[in-house]
Nanobody, 127 residues
Framework: QVQLVESGGGLVQAGGSLRLSCAAS????????IGWFRQAPGKEREFVAV????????YYADSVKGRFTISRDNAKNTMYLQMNSLKPEDTAIYYC????????????????????WGQGAQVTVSS
């Protein structure tokens, strides 16, 4: 079982930066691919980025590529999402999620492929 807790959200002006953290409990966290998703008001939850269990492979949604960076520190059981050049359209609740398959080489963008979810962190970007 893995429990995930996001932190680091807040209010920032357009062009600014924020770093989200996702702290995990459970020894198996380091074996799983981890993703970030977001849900804006009135919209469906969408994929943002995913990182492999080793940290060597990452994929991003086109809307954040070049601005966001996903990373992880397995020694600290923590994953990060560095968000730069933020835009008002990045305003959303951000969720981290773990795919509960050890050493997987599958990096899904569909939320139904993830087994464990955090409670979410609000990010608001003002214009």
């Amino acid at each position: 079982q893995v429990q995930l807790v996001e932190s680091g959200g807040g209010l920032v002006q357009a062009g600014g930066s924020l770093r989200l953290s996702c702290a995990a409990s459970g020894r198996t966290f380091r074996l799983y691919n981890i993703g970030w998703f977001r849900q804006a008001p009135g919209k469906e939850r969408e994929f943002v980025a995913v990182i492999s269990w080793s940290g060597s492979t990452t994929y991003y949604a086109d809307s954040v590529k070049g601005r966001f960076t996903i990373s992880r520190d397995n020694a600290k059981n923590t994953m990060y999402l560095q968000m730069n050049s933020l835009k008002p359209e990045d305003t959303a609740i951000y969720y981290c999620a773990a795919r509960g398959v050890a050493y997987s080489t599958y990096y899904p963008r569909e939320e139904n492929q993830y087994d464990y979810w955090g409670q979410g962190a609000q990010v608001t970007v003002s214009s």
